[in-house]
């Protein structure tokens, strides 16, 4: 005989609750609502992004070859994975390591490269990028004396970005307004340097000469928006893409969330959001690398030749591949 008094009780038990208990029992926890001050992100695209290295010797053979590549990662609106790699006999290691600034990096030896050979390596990333919107409330949004480390870095000084320097400072101090909310103040900065520097092509020369001579070149520009905001305390970096770069800077929500905002410097207006599919290759303008004695602005490619009768034809690839 099969007894089902258990299940009897089961249900008193359950009946004697109140009827909004009981189905908030049995349903899955909601997900929090997202802030109205987080950017949105959405419209997800796919494509295939390559890089490495392709090396031929131009008179005899080389030796004791070592290259570092820098390599894509995963971020907010970017998801990447490795679909792909190749190498050709001469590549005898490839590694993988990340730098204190989180940028990966694939470190290449190749013992010896013969006279008419071509040594390469490639690496293929399948990448998922989104557009980045507006917060829906950017009024809610406030800058905060208190923020992780890896925030705070970016108030210091960077090459060719000077927040400290006096010329710095004190136009910043022009444009500001800390009675405004913080999203105006960052967009009062936004603006001044829009309307009064002009985009030259030229020699990168600096957020300081920037600021004294009116204009710069699209990478100055970036950098004197970033040297504007770091100079009021507010966290700004560089955002590195293919041929080109942007500047982000950092608020806090009400909940004490922060959340990085893209702003275009050069061309058309775009002030917290972001459509482009362009891949994004690396985040911060202040790296240290083991190759190089001086902090870096940006982590390019190396390449180290021990023994060769000529300098070696090179070609780092990075490249789009065919779409996903």
């Not at 290449?108 to 989104?130: D, E, R, S």
């Not at 900065?189 to 520097?197: A, P």
Request: a positive charge.
């Amino acid at each position: 005989m099969i007894h089902f008094q258990p299940r009897r009780r089961f249900l008193a038990a359950a009946c004697s609750l109140p009827l909004a208990q009981v189905v908030s029992k049995c349903l899955p926890a909601a997900e929090p609502a997202p802030s109205p001050g987080a950017p949105g992100y959405h419209s997800p695209s796919t494509f295939h992004w390559q890089v490495g290295l392709s090396i031929t010797p131009t008179s005899g053979p080389c030796a004791g070859i070592f290259a570092t590549i820098p390599l894509p990662r995963s971020w907010p609106e970017q998801e990447v994975e490795m679909v792909d790699r190749m190498s050709s006999p001469q590549v005898s290691a490839v590694k993988f390591r990340n730098l204190a600034s989180a940028v990966p990096q694939a470190l290449v030896a190749i013992p010896q490269i013969a006279a008419g050979q071509t040594a390469q390596v490639t690496m293929t990333y399948k990448i998922t990028k989104q557009a980045v919107r507006c917060p829906e409330d950017p009024g809610c949004l406030a800058c905060s004396t208190s923020m992780p480390t890896a925030v705070r870095k970016h108030l210091a000084t960077s090459p060719g970005i000077e927040p400290r320097a006096t010329m710095v400072r004190a136009q910043a101090l022009k444009i500001d307004d800390k009675k405004r909310p913080a999203w105006e103040r960052v967009t009062a900065i936004y603006d001044w340097v829009r309307d009064n520097i002009e985009c030259r092509e030229g020699q990168r020369h600096g957020s300081v000469v920037t600021v004294r001579e009116g204009w710069g070149q699209k990478e100055d520009i970036s950098s004197l928006f970033i040297a504007l905001c770091r100079s009021l305390q507010i966290p700004s970096r560089t955002v590195w893409v293919p041929d080109h770069n942007y500047a982000e800077f950092y608020l806090q929500d009400p909940d004490g969330k922060g959340h990085w905002f893209p702003c275009e410097l050069v061309g058309g207006r775009s002030f917290g959001e972001r459509t482009s599919r362009q891949p994004i290759l690396q985040r911060g303008d202040l790296f240290r690398v083991p190759e190089k004695k001086v902090p870096q602005r940006y982590v390019a490619e190396h390449l180290s030749v021990k023994q060769a009768l000529a300098r070696p034809r090179v070609q780092f690839i990075r490249q789009l591949s065919n779409p996903a």
